[in-house]
């Protein structure tokens, strides 16, 4: 079986779907590997790297001939689905409700295409999980943005001149990213604070140092460990309750994303203008339209003397461990869709069949079917999962003793 990994188009996307180390284990099962010259440079992999690690490296039609699987982060243009083989199989993310002319190309090809955004939160599967991978990357990367834009020092400094008080943060969110956040702020000697629906988030957050805001709103805990989607009600009381915390803060870091749809709104127009001059908001959702009112995606906002951060795809700015990381989540997916060498994948499995959209052609993941006018698939995959949540147990989720897995 051949597996091909392709140069990724997004603008501004550095990552690489699989890495030299990863790639020399799958040679070693048994799977061919072919990779577009230039794919992992970003990264800071060369082609030479790749070489030495037993893939052919070549230009994109060379690397895609014959291929049975295509491994991507991003998902395919619909220019690039065209250049695939037919009945091919595709792995990366997807995120299929707001791709639909991707999925309908893909579907015109006879393609399977699997996204791994749609991955089943069960313990099985996670070491496959590359939203939380790629969420602690996010997260650790979050801290330090907020770090490079504060102007104070985030620890407490005693000095001849006095001392100096350490940087209050709010963490809005407790996810994986939002503990990784968490965790980073306070290795940086922050005062750190954090906020989530979930009251299962309490422990964890008080794991690594940071005190828990409670509000007096009811928990809104979801199935597998993930928040559940709040009412407008619910976000208007939540963020009338969070106002004096954000009023109270040097650094506000939010995380709150639900995949496939509208960020939601946590930090608005007035809640900025009630923080001090200096302040920063760094807004991890910006480029599903931001949990600030104000965010710009890609762009550092200033309104009123508070700068706004808006984050767009924070794990490329992070690539060569991003990638290692999405690289090894890649390797353990196929592992239960190839078996001897060859591309058998078992439907009957909750993972192959929760993460596949689209299958010889046809879409079978309900919620997409559905928002194509399609007749809905029978015993088809569930809708996406909630809000950037950690489920207890998650494997990258950050621990007191090991924050930066």
Do not use: W
Not at 41 to 48: E, G, I, L, T
Not at 49 to 54: F, I, M, S
Not at 85 to 91: G, Q, Y
Not at 274 to 301: K, P, T, Y
């Amino acid at each position: 079986m051949k597996l091909a990994v392709i140069a990724e188009s997004r603008p501004g996307e550095t990552r690489v779907a699989m890495v030299p180390e990863v790639v020399a284990k799958l040679v070693a099962s048994g799977i061919e590997v072919a990779v577009e010259s230039g794919a992992g440079r970003a990264a800071r992999f060369a082609d030479a790297d790749y070489e030495a690690a037993g893939a052919a490296v070549g230009g994109v039609e060379a690397t895609l001939a014959g291929s049975a699987v295509v491994a991507r982060v991003q998902p395919p243009t619909v220019e690039e689905v065209a250049a695939l083989p037919d009945a091919v199989s595709t792995v990366s993310f997807l995120q299929p409700l707001a791709t639909l002319d991707v999925v309908r190309a893909l579907g015109a090809k006879g393609a399977t295409v699997y996204s791994l955004d749609l991955l089943p939160r069960i313990s099985r599967a996670q070491s496959m999980d590359a939203l939380s991978s790629q969420a602690t990357v996010a997260g650790y990367r979050a801290g330090l943005t907020a770090a490079e834009h504060l102007a104070k020092f985030f620890p407490m400094f005693m000095t001849s001149a006095g001392t100096v008080p350490p940087a209050r943060v709010l963490v809005m969110g407790a996810g994986v990213a939002g503990l990784q956040a968490i965790a980073t702020a306070r290795r940086l000697g922050a005062v750190v604070r954090a906020y989530d629906v979930r009251a299962a988030a309490k422990e964890e957050v008080q794991s690594l140092g940071a005190k828990f805001v409670e509000l007096e709103l009811e928990a809104q805990d979801g199935a597998g460990g993930y928040a559940r989607e709040q009412s407008a009600e619910y976000l208007a009381k939540q963020r009338e309750l969070l106002a004096n915390e954000v009023a109270n803060a040097d650094v506000v870091i939010t995380t709150a994303q639900i995949p496939g749809r509208k960020a939601p709104v946590l930090v608005t127009a007035d809640m900025v203008e009630r923080m001090a001059e200096g302040a920063v908001v760094v807004d991890m959702a910006a480029d599903s339209g931001g949990n600030c009112e104000l965010s710009v995606a890609g762009q550092d906002i200033v309104a009123g003397g508070v700068t706004i951060v808006g984050m767009s795809n924070p794990p490329a700015s992070m690539p060569t461990h991003a990638s290692f990381l999405y690289a090894r989540n890649i390797a353990n997916v196929l592992g239960l869709l190839v078996h001897d060498g060859v591309l058998s994948p078992d439907f009957d499995d909750e993972i192959v069949a929760g993460t596949c959209v689209v299958r010889d052609g046809v879409v079978v993941h309900a919620p997409t079917a559905e928002a194509l006018g399609l007749p809905a698939p029978p015993g088809g995959s569930a809708a996406p999962p909630g809000e950037d949540a950690a489920p207890p147990g998650d494997a990258d989720q950050p621990t007191t003793e090991e924050a930066g897995s």
